[in-house]
């Protein structure tokens, strides 16, 4: 089985920084896409940003473009969101995601909370 666990959430102030980490355990595929998504109240899921297997290939949503920063690190199958200049409008639950490229399954972690406020 596979696991996803999230962390460093919490609470910061407008213009400020936060890195969330998410680390992957159990039966991982080897070929696989990590990534973050977030739900605010009252909205949809949304993809934030996604990383290939080798790091090599990044996607981001354009609301978080140039603040924020994908990364992984295979040898520890741990996947990271460095948040950068935070806004009110990024506070959400932000949730880890494993899906390997063969399969439309995704694996989801527990979500961690982001809150962004003066």
């Known amino acids: 089985q596979l696991q996803l666990v999230e962390s460093g959430g919490g609470l910061v102030h407008p213009g400020e920084s936060l890195r969330l980490s998410c680390a992957a355990s159990?039966?991982?595929?080897?070929?696989?896409?990590m990534g973050w998504y977030r739900q605010a109240p009252g909205k949809q899921r949304e993809v934030v940003a996604t990383?290939?297997?080798?790091?090599?290939?990044?996607n981001y949503a354009e609301s978080v473009k140039d603040r924020f920063t994908i990364s992984r690190d295979n040898g520890e199958n741990t996947v990271f969101l460095q948040m950068s200049s935070l806004k009110a409008e990024d506070t959400a639950v932000y949730y880890c995601?494993?899906?390997?490229?063969?399969?439309?399954?995704?694996?989801w972690g527990q979500g961690t909370q982001v809150t962004v406020s003066s």
């Open positions: 159990g039966s991982i595929p080897r070929v696989n896409l």
């Open positions: 995601s494993l899906r390997s490229v063969l399969s439309t399954t995704f694996y």
């Open positions: 990383i290939s297997t080798g790091g090599a290939a990044t």
